[in-house]
């Protein structure tokens, strides 16, 4: 079985500060992978236009996920507490 690790080149950072749904930028034409870094708790949507709830993907603050994407998406930010 081989494993893996996310190799991405260094393109773009956004800072997405939230308390409701807020999305990014819409991502670059050559991007298909993302990493998040949370300081907080923190709901995710993607799409074309996303908008996260309190349902939507969880990643809790203090760490680091990955994520494929399709060009031209967007992710939503949402701090789950309005």
Avoid: W
Wanted: hydrophobic share 45%.
């Amino acid at each position: 079985m081989k494993f893996g690790m996310p190799v991405m080149l260094p393109d773009t950072t956004q800072a997405v500060t939230f308390t409701t749904s807020t999305a990014s930028a819409a991502f670059g034409s050559a991007t298909n992978l993302i990493r998040v870094i949370a300081d907080a708790d923190v709901y995710l949507a993607f799409g074309a236009a996303p908008t996260a709830t309190a349902t939507a993907i969880r990643v809790p603050a203090d760490t680091v996920e990955y994520f494929c994407v399709h060009p031209g998406q967007k992710v939503a930010c949402y701090d789950g507490s309005s």
